[in-house]
């Protein structure tokens, strides 16, 4: 781990330029990847995982958002369906830069394949239990993260706004028909559904149905994620209905 986090910090650190604009973003994901280390440790302490698979969940965790770095050097976005699929970057990125070859070949080939698949919609079933096991554990840990980067930029947004953040999305009035059709049938939202910036923020709190396991349910609630939001959205009759089928949900899911 202490030759993993190394590798991290030099690797990242490479794509620091001293430009503000370029380095706060790239801070933000060196960040997020320290902190969803945290969630996942948390995550495999509450599902009492032993000692080597604890360590797996923490090196995929590490190295989940690896892409992101070399996705932003060359297209200024983290926006997937507008330059490149960052996991798959990640993926060849990890091939490349060799910094697994010290671990078992099994637990890098398992690492890998977490990476590629920790952003896709729907997981591929033919996988072993072990590698989705690990994908879904990194998913609800990247999640408690990212619930955290949007409320604390939606808490100062008023006077200090970040277009990456935002995906590039126009701050309009309303919401999308389709993504409050989505949040109802409690089905996660899918993003070619987005028009404005308050359908990413009902992308995001409909996260919630696509969490695996009850202790990342319990921290979201804790933490008061939703609740965070919901005060960044409108006053509109559509969210507070899409608001109490999420709570309905939540406490089916708890109990």
């Excluded at 089905?187 to 149905?209: R, Y």
């Amino acid at each position: 781990m202490d030759h993993l986090k190394q590798w991290f910090d030099e690797y990242t650190a490479s794509f620091l330029t001293g430009v503000e604009d370029n380095d706060r973003n790239i801070r933000l994901k060196q960040e997020h990847t320290h902190r969803v280390c945290q969630e996942s440790l948390f995550l495999a302490d509450a599902l009492n995982l032993d000692a080597k698979q604890r360590d797996l969940s923490e090196i995929a965790a590490l190295l989940h958002d690896i892409g992101r770095f070399e996705q932003y050097r060359r297209f200024q976005t983290f926006a997937d369906d507008r330059s490149v699929d960052h996991a798959r970057l990640g993926h060849a990125t990890l091939k490349k830069k060799g910094c697994l070859d010290r671990i078992a070949p099994a637990d890098k080939d398992l690492i890998e394949r977490v990476v590629l698949y920790h952003n896709r919609a729907f997981l591929p079933e033919e996988e072993s239990e072990e590698c989705l096991f690990h994908t879904r554990l990194l998913r609800d840990a990247d999640k408690l993260d990212i619930w955290y980067v949007v409320t604390s930029y939606y808490a100062e947004m008023a006077t200090k706004r970040n277009p990456t953040i935002e995906l590039g999305l126009p701050d309009t009035p309303g919401i999308s028909d389709k993504i409050h059709a989505s949040l109802m049938n409690r089905t996660v939202v899918l993003k070619e559904h987005m028009q404005n910036l308050n359908d990413f923020k009902l992308l995001q709190i409909g996260w919630v149905f696509d969490l695996n396991f009850v202790p990342a349910l319990r921290r979201l609630e804790t933490r008061g994620y939703l609740d965070m939001i919901k005060k960044a959205l409108p006053m509109d009759p559509r969210i507070d209905e899409i608001y109490e089928n999420i709570a309905d949900y939540m406490h089916e899911r708890m109990r």
